[in-house]
Antibody, heavy 120, light 110 residues
Framework: QVTLRESGPALVKPTQTLTLTCTFSGFSLSTSGMCVSWIRQPPGKALEWLAL???????YYTRSLKTRLIISGDTSKNQVVLTMTNMDPMDTATYYC????????????WGQGTLVTVSS | QSALTQPASVSGSPGQSITISCTGTSSDVGGNDSVSWYQQHPGKAPKLIIYDVSNRPSGVSYRFSGSKSGYTASLTISGLQAEDEADYYCSSYTSNTGVVFGGGTKLTVV
């Protein structure tokens, strides 16, 4: 059974750096074809894909946020970490991690999400 | 503004069928067969219901089906049930920026 769980701070201040951790089970990121993505959803708004890391440690980012994001994986811990710099109130959202298909990038299994509020 | 265009809302009565459209461009919906659909109930994480335009994951009801023509993908839900009331999102791989989502459609079962 594949499960994912996000963890991180619920509140960050503007200009701070956000670090979120996705801890997963039921698959190994080192297995060929495995990928994990981060997706966010501001309150009452649509989903937005942020970043993806694959089994080869190749990384991909949404163009609009590329300069602020870093995604990394720790295969020994079954974790994927997302770092977002220079946080702004507009970044307030629920952040999800999801197992991602390597061919057509659909999100097969999602974590429960973690709400991050950016406020001073 | 989202990259893929969906109607903001649709409604239907129990037992009826509804269709939700998702319109993109040649860079996404029209350029590959990577359209997927997600169902999201209030306060819950999204759930994959259709992938690669028309494939259903194991455990998803046969009442959900997907198709595509040109730049527009569609999700059809037949035999509407009260539990289908939720938000629905389409997404597509894009050669430009990874993955793009639609703005979401709120389905009301009246």
């Amino acid at each position: 059974q594949v499960t994912l769980r996000e963890s991180g701070p619920a509140l960050v201040k503007p200009t701070q750096t956000l670090t979120l951790t996705c801890t997963f089970s039921g698959f190994s990121l080192s297995t060929s074809g495995m990928c994990v993505s981060w997706i966010r959803q501001p309150p009452g708004k649509a989903l937005e894909w942020l970043a993806l890391i694959d089994w080869d440690a190749d990384t991909y980012y949404t163009r609009s946020l590329k300069t602020r994001l870093i995604i990394s994986g720790d295969t020994s811990k079954n974790q994927v970490v997302l770092t977002m710099t220079n946080m702004d109130p507009m970044d307030t959202a629920t952040y999800y991690c999801a197992r991602t298909d390597s061919n057509t990038w659909f999100f097969s299994t999602w974590g429960q999400g973690t709400l991050v509020t950016v406020s001073s | 503004q989202s990259a893929l265009t969906q109607p903001a809302s649709v409604s239907g009565s129990p037992g009826q069928s509804i269709t939700i459209s998702c319109t993109g461009t040649s860079s996404d919906v029209g350029g590959n067969d990577s359209v997927s659909w997600y169902q999201q109930h209030p306060g819950k994480a999204p759930k994959l219901i259709i992938y690669d335009v028309s494939n259903r994951p194991s455990g998803v009801s046969y009442r959900f089906s997907g198709s595509k023509s040109g730049y527009t993908a569609s999700l059809t839900i037949s035999g509407l049930q009260a539990e289908d009331e939720a938000d629905y999102y389409c997404s597509s791989y894009t050669s430009n920026t990874g993955v793009v989502f639609g703005g979401g459609t709120k389905l009301t079962v009246v």
